[in-house]
Every structure is written in C-alpha cells, then in structure tokens.
C-alpha cells in the first residue's frame, strides 16, 4: 500500500480526520483537502511525511481538478472520499436561491466533479475505489432542512450511478452517518469534550452516540481489497436510530 494515495475532502476535522487518520495507519499516504488552514496544517503534521494538506474550496471546479493532480503526484491515487458538506438551515419560504446552489455546490457537485476528474487516474490502479459520505437525513429529517436532505439523498442515487459507470475498473459505494459526535475530533484550540447525556445515548439501539472512527472504520474497508465484491451500496452507520419507532 505503500505508493498508493488517498484524498480526502473535509479531511482535517471531524469524520474527514478520522478517515484520513485510518488510511495513514493502513499504509497510504493522504492528500487531506480543507476550507480551514489551521486545520489541514495541523492534520497533515500529525501524520508526518505521509500527509499533505492542499487548501480550498470545493465548490471551485477548478479547485477539484488542481486537488486530483496534487493527488496523483503523492503517487498512485486509490481512493477518494467526497465528505465535504454543509447545512443551511433557514424555513423554506425564506431559503434562498443562492442558499439552496451554496449547499447543492458544496454537497453534490463537488463530489461529481471529483469523479469526473479522479476516474482516469483511479482506472490505472488496481482495486480503486470512491466513497461518498452522506447521512441519515437521507432517509429522514429534521424541519427547514430541505438543501442539505436534497443533497444527501443525491449522494446516494449518485454512488449507485457511479458504480454502473465507472465499474469494474473503480468501485463506487456511499456511506451515510447518524449522529457522530466530532467535537473531540476538531482542531486543538476548538477541541472540547462531549456534552452528552444517558438519553442521549440511550436512544441509540447500539446504546451510545456514534465517533468519528465508527464511520472511518467502514471507510477504510470499502476502499480495501476485502470489499472487492462491494460496489453501488448505501451503508447507514447510525447506531440503529433510523430502524427505532418513537411515539410521543
């Protein structure tokens, strides 16, 4: 594994960090992609000469394709994570137009975009693979949150589309969080611990509130030759929220 690289958007806090961090320890060398500096510095210094940060901001095409070539001269690209994303939560009636292309930019398109410009190289190596990160509220939601759902739910039909196109040669699967709780996963000076409570925890049928490395754990093995046979899925890591019955 040793030539081989991943990138990784959002890579430098929260669930990106923990993915960045378990493909470090499996032998690759990352190309961590970040909107924040001190962040992204921080990361790649962690994981010494086999991290690099390259800044920007996903919803710039040309950033992407600037991220994939970065990658490429790290050495073979094998995996890609698309896990940038962002909310703006705002009623409908005043969700705006530009509001709604910000959180469609961020969310989806960029995750095509590094498709779209990472599948020639990841043809060329074997057993390469793309994960994209989208999220529970997929399947369910919270009020005034109609971008971010739309595009998570985007996520998912865009993985199994992917898989049929890019496949055999690259395989493309998506996994969506629940609740992960990252604030110890943050840069050191926002770095904090966990303002949870037993209830909290308790409506988690797996009888805690997720972390960032129960979603980096899958991550890891969808990009790894044991999940040759696994492309076009959709993998719900939430601790069995999404599967409880609440009445009131």
């Given at each position: ?15 990106g ?84 292309n ?41 009020p ?64 805690r ?10 991550v ?29």
């Amino acid at each position: 594994m040793k030539d081989r690289v991943a990138l990784v958007t959002a890579g430098a806090q929260g669930i990106g960090l923990a993915c960045s961090k378990a493909f470090v320890e499996a032998g690759l060398r990352v190309l961590i992609v970040d909107t924040d500096g001190k962040a992204g510095r921080e990361a790649a210094k962690s994981f010494g000469d086999r991290a690099q940060f390259l800044k920007g901001d996903v919803a710039d095409a040309a950033f992407i394709a600037e991220a994939v070539k970065a990658a490429d001269r790290l050495g073979r690209l094998h995996s890609v994570v698309s896990n940038a994303g962002i909310m703006i939560r705002k009623p409908v009636a005043q969700l705006t137009l530009a509001d709604w292309n910000r959180v469609l930019s961020v969310n989806l398109t960029a995750a095509f975009l590094l498709a779209k410009h990472a599948a020639p190289l990841l043809r060329k190596t074997k057993g390469a693979s793309i994960t994209l990160i989208a999220s529970s509220r997929a399947l369910q939601s919270e009020p005034d949150t109609e971008a971010y759902a739309a595009t998570k739910g985007g996520l998912v039909a865009l993985s199994h589309a992917l898989s049929v196109s890019l496949g055999p040669k690259v395989r493309v699967n998506c996994v969506s969080p629940g609740w992960i709780e990252t604030s110890e996963w943050q840069r050191s000076d926002r770095r904090r611990k966990p303002q949870l409570s037993k209830a909290d925890h308790a409506q988690h049928p797996a009888g805690r509130v997720g972390e960032p490395p129960d979603v980096a754990a899958l991550v890891r093995f969808l990009a790894s030759d044991e999940a040759g046979f696994i492309t076009g899925a959709h993998y719900l890591v939430d601790g069995g929220m999404t599967r409880k019955m609440i009445y009131v």
